[in-house]
């Protein structure tokens, strides 16, 4: 089992959609968590961290499931401009990295 | 201020040449991160630098490459007798702190002819 899996996608929507991408992770340890964003050749950057709570920030909530393993992202009111890949990242716990899913694409159309 | 930058943006190189890739991360930034992303691939880690030394480097595919950094400031990823499957983008992060957020050098793209 990777550490962390994403659904590859592509999710396409259409604007003013909400649309939610969830990643799972194996190791029951991981401390933290966050989602980046990455455009199409361009470097990947930070999101939103995701904490215990649950939490928000302008159209995006991320939440964070600690006994089924997973972490969601959710993208309320769709722009174009969300049209990127999002990046599930992971703590794995013991190891001394943070670990990068293989991203959710997402387009958002028209 | 100024973010992370990578040096050069874009090489092309020979088969069996060597290559250096520079990073210079954020200043005050202790920890560095190099990773490897192949076109349409996710991210993969390579090693990573916690002031000028290197605690893990399990990601290093190879004994071709390696990596220093020095003045916890630069650092710099070289490869020997690259191969085509080297061919990728290199992304340099840092973070204040080991596993606090990472912010994104733009990458060096790499093509081994």
């Known amino acids: 089992r990777k550490e962390v899996e994403q659904d590859p996608g592509p999710f396409n929507v259409p604007e003013g959609a909400t649309v939610a991408f969830n990643c799972t992770y194996s190791n029951s340890a991981s401390q933290s968590f966050f989602w980046y964003r990455q455009d199409c050749r361009k470097e990947p950057k930070l999101l939103m961290s995701v904490y215990s709570s649950g939490n928000e920030d302008g159209r995006f909530t991320a939440q964070l499931n600690r006994a089924s393993q997973y972490i969601s992202l959710l993208i309320r009111d769709s722009k174009l401009s969300d049209s990127a890949t999002y990046l599930c990242v992971v703590n794995t716990g013991t190891a001394s990295k943070l670990t990068f899913g293989t991203g959710t694409r997402l387009q958002v159309t028209l | 201020g100024a973010g992370v930058s990578q040096s050069p943006s874009n090489k092309v190189t020979e088969k069996g040449k060597d290559v250096e890739l520079r990073c210079d991360p954020i200043s005050g930034h202790t920890a560095l991160y190099w990773y490897r992303q192949r076109l349409g691939q996710g991210l993969e880690f390579l090693i990573y630098?916690?002031?000028?030394?290197?605690?893990?480097k399990s990601g290093l595919p190879s004994d071709r490459f390696s990596a220093e950094r020095t003045g916890e400031s630069v650092s710099t990823l070289t490869i020997q007798r690259t191969q085509q499957e080297d061919s990728a983008v290199y992304l340099c992060a840092s973070s204040r702190e080991y596993n606090n957020e990472q912010f994104f050098g733009p990458g060096t793209r790499l093509t081994v002819l």
């Open positions: 630098f916690q002031g000028n030394s290197a605690p893990d």
